[in-house]
Structure formats: structure tokens, C-alpha cells
């Protein structure tokens, strides 16, 4: 159906569309209102279960909500006590963000494509753009944030002369300074552009997938779409992991002193 | 596609988010769970106590039901001895009782036999006397021989 809407733009304008971002302002002051306020909001849905779960705590046999949180909460804090091994109260919880927030954004990929553009069209929004995660500014905030927090830490545990020092004088000693420093550089800068442009790129191209099969007459629509959409349920579970345990890991390298 | 102001705006949601769930539930959920960890290591050393304790009574109750048993048997047995003594005393009772009766009556008769003898006696000399008086008729005065009728009397 939406084929049809579409028709006069050709495949690349429903593509197009799709793919655009409700913004407003110009330049570097756009906004993309529909990244902001759907993961303000999948981010409220995820304080609001927690802030329930643990409001509602109990040492006693727990409810289905709290069994649900602990799980999350016990499979986070194995990933964490696993891969790093000092004391923290920021490195769980934080994981523990990640790894909700990113799932959710993910789990907007699996409402069909057309509804909440059609459902937008009829509020008179001209283009919503409802999976956050196919934003880059989404994944480049997580990662530079990330990023701030591994710079922060290793400054704060190696002190600055130390972290100085790891720069200048790894791997290769203080006769080659320039090439270490280069190559830390790029290993540091490294860590959030993979973490962010991993994310994206995987949630990119599955809703562009999503975005293809819907091109394609209704009746081999499900034939497509549902094994993809069965297979997606992996890869968005997958990055929220593979993103979580690399700032654990990214974390607990800048705790380690060499 | 480009990067712009929308960055800065989700690093705030970001921070927020991560600071609220370091601050309001990570601690509580952590803590409920160490505390059932707790309960629950408590409650399993508890129930092996518990199962020592049964083990420990089992053991002491047996040891009362020894006791118990030996006590019982010494019992029955002194009160079987102490039944044979109250046999024993009651048969001497007994024979002494029936010796003591068999020697009342053995007086008694002997008391009704002096009894019957001085009556037999009494009436013996009454007739006598009366077929001696038949027999002698007026000859004999009773007040002169008086005095031998006294004697005979006494003889008797």
C-alpha cells in the first residue's frame, strides 16, 4: 500500500523517506525530534520498569516484574565481575543503561515500517524516523559519552603522567615517541567511532532491509519479512550486548595500570 | 545524515538515564539480591541444624526408651517378687487363722460336751432319785436320809 502512496517518488523516494529524520533548525543546530523523543521515551520506559521493579523490591519470593529485572540485573553483573575486576557503582549500572536503552531503540526496528510514518503522516509530521539507532547522532552520544568516561578513568586511576606516559611511551619505547603516540591515538580514537558506527550500521542496513521487502507486492511481504524479522530479534539483542561488554571492557582497560 | 545538535541532546538523555539508574536502581535491586542471597544461605544452614537437632533427639530418645525399658523390667520384677512375698505372708496369715479357729472350736466343743455332761448328770441323778423315791416308797423319809441323798448327789 504504501508502494502505491509513494508511487509518484519511484523506490528511491519511499526509501528516502523512510530513511529521513523529523528535524527541525539548520546547520548544526538541526534537531532530530523523533531520534530525541523516542529515546527520551524507550529511555522512561526502561527508568519506569526498574524504578517499579526496585520500588517494589523484596528479599521474599519475587513478583514476575522483579524476577525479570534481577535477571537482567544478575546477567549484567556477571558481564561486568567477569571482565573487570575493581570497584565500581558507575561500570554496572551504566552497562546496564546501555544494554536496556540500546535494545529498545533496536526493538523500534521490529514494528513494521509503515506504521509509525503513515501513523505520523496523519498527525501531520512530514517524515518520522522511529528507530534511534539508526541515527548517528544516537550512537556517537553512547560512544563519545563512553569515550569521556574511558579518558576520565584513566586520567583519574594512572593519573595524568601515567595516562601521558602509556601515550607516549607504548608500545614501542621512548625512541619511536611520534608512532606511539600516533598509534595509541588512533586506538583510543578507534574505540567509540567502532562502538557507534557498528551499532549503526547493523540497525541501518536491517531497517533498510525492512525498508526493501516493503517495496515488494504484499503477497511475498511475509515470506521476507518474517524470517528477517526473526533473525533481527538476534542482531538487535546482539549489538545491545556487543555494545555493553565493550565499554565494560573499554572501562576496565583504562582501570588497569600497565 | 549528518552530525548535528541532536548529539548533545541525547548525551543529556544519556547522563540522565545512566545517572538515575546509578542512583535509584542498581543499588536497591543489588541489594535485594544479595539480601535473598543471604536469607536463603541462612535458610539452608538453618534446616542442616535442624535435620542435626532431629538426628540428636532421635538419638537421645532412643537412649530414653533403653532407659525406659530396663526401668520397667526391674519393676516388674520387684513387683512380681513383692506378689509372691504377699502370697507368701497371706498363706501363713491364712494357716495360722485356721489353726487359731480350729482351736476355738475344739474348745467350744469341749465346753458343750462339759455343758451336756453336768446336765446329762443333773438329770441322771433326778431320776434317780425319782425311781429310788418310786422304789422305796413312804420308807424312806426325805429328811432323815437327807444327808445320804447329799452325798450320792455329790458322788455323782
Redesign the interface.
Known amino acids: 500500500m504504501a508502494t502505491e502512496a509513494h508511487a509518484a517518488e519511484g523506490a528511491t523516494g519511499y526509501i528516502v523517506h523512510h530513511l529521513t529524520p523529523f528535524s527541525v533548525g539548520e546547520g548544526f543546530w538541526t534537531l532530530h525530534l523523533d531520534t530525541l523523543f523516542f529515546s527520551a521515551f524507550l529511555g522512561g520506559l526502561f527508568i519506569w520498569f526498574f524504578k517499579t521493579a526496585a520500588d517494589k523490591a523484596t528479599t521474599g519470593v519475587p513478583g514476575l516484574m522483579q524476577n525479570f529485572a534481577e535477571m537482567l540485573i544478575e546477567f549484567v553483573d556477571t558481564q561486568v565481575k567477569d571482565s573487570f575486576h575493581g570497584h565500581s557503582t558507575l561500570i554496572a549500572p551504566l552497562a546496564l543503561t546501555i544494554f536496556c536503552w540500546v535494545f529498545l531503540w533496536n526493538f523500534m526496528d521490529l514494528f513494521p515500517v509503515d506504521i509509525f510514518s503513515t501513523v505520523g503522516s496523519l498527525m501531520g509530521l512530514e517524515y518520522l524516523r522511529v528507530v534511534p539507532s539508526t541515527d548517528l547522532n544516537a550512537t556517537f552520544a553512547m560512544s563519545i559519552s563512553v569515550f569521556c568516561l574511558i579518558i576520565f578513568y584513566s586520567i583519574k586511576i594512572k593519573g595524568p603522567w601515567g595516562f601521558a606516559k602509556e601515550l607516549l611511551f607504548q608500545p614501542f619505547g621512548p625512541w619511536l615517541l611520534p608512532f606511539n603516540l600516533l598509534l595509541k591515538l588512533v586506538e583510543e580514537i578507534a574505540k567509540p567511532i567502532s562502538l557507534a558506527l557498528r551499532l549503526f550500521g547493523n540497525l541501518y542496513a536491517g531497517e533498510l532491509i525492512f525498508i526493501l521487502i516493503g517495496l515488494l507486492p504484499w503477497y511475498i511481504q511475509p515470506a521476507l519479512s518474517f524470517p528477517w524479522a526473526v533473525f533481527h530479534i538476534l542482531i538487535i539483542t546482539l549489538q545491545a550486548f556487543i555494545f555493553m561488554v565493550l565499554t565494560i571492557v573499554y572501562l576496565s582497560m583504562a582501570h588497569e595500570d600497565h | 545524515?549528518?552530525?548535528?545538535?541532536?548529539?548533545?541532546?541525547?548525551?543529556i538523555?544519556?547522563?540522565?538515564?545512566?545517572w538515575?539508574?546509578?542512583k535509584?536502581?542498581?543499588p536497591?535491586?543489588?541489594?535485594?539480591?544479595e539480601?535473598?542471597k543471604k536469607?536463603i544461605a541462612e535458610g539452608l544452614a538453618a534446616a542442616e541444624r535442624g535435620q542435626e537437632q532431629i538426628h540428636l533427639a532421635e538419638k537421645k530418645a532412643k537412649s530414653l526408651l533403653i532407659q525406659a525399658k530396663e526401668e520397667s523390667a526391674g519393676i516388674i520384677t520387684l513387683a512380681q517378687k513383692r506378689a509372691n512375698e504377699l502370697v507368701e505372708e497371706s498363706k501363713d496369715v491364712a494357716k495360722k487363722e485356721g489353726e487359731r479357729l480350729l482351736l476355738a472350736a475344739k474348745a467350744q466343743i469341749e465346753q458343750e460336751i462339759q455343758q451336756t455332761k453336768e446336765s446329762l448328770r443333773k438329770e441322771i441323778s433326778a431320776l434317780a432319785l425319782s425311781a429310788a423315791e418310786q422304789i422305796l416308797g413312804a420308807e424312806i423319809d426325805k429328811n432323815k436320809h437327807k444327808e445320804i441323798l447329799t452325798k450320792v448327789s455329790k458322788q455323782l
Open positions: 545524515m549528518s552530525i548535528n545538535a541532536t548529539l548533545i541532546g541525547q548525551m538523555t544519556f547522563t540522565l538515564l545512566v538515575f539508574t546509578m535509584y536502581i542498581w536497591p535491586l543489588i541489594e535485594s539480591l539480601l535473598r536469607k
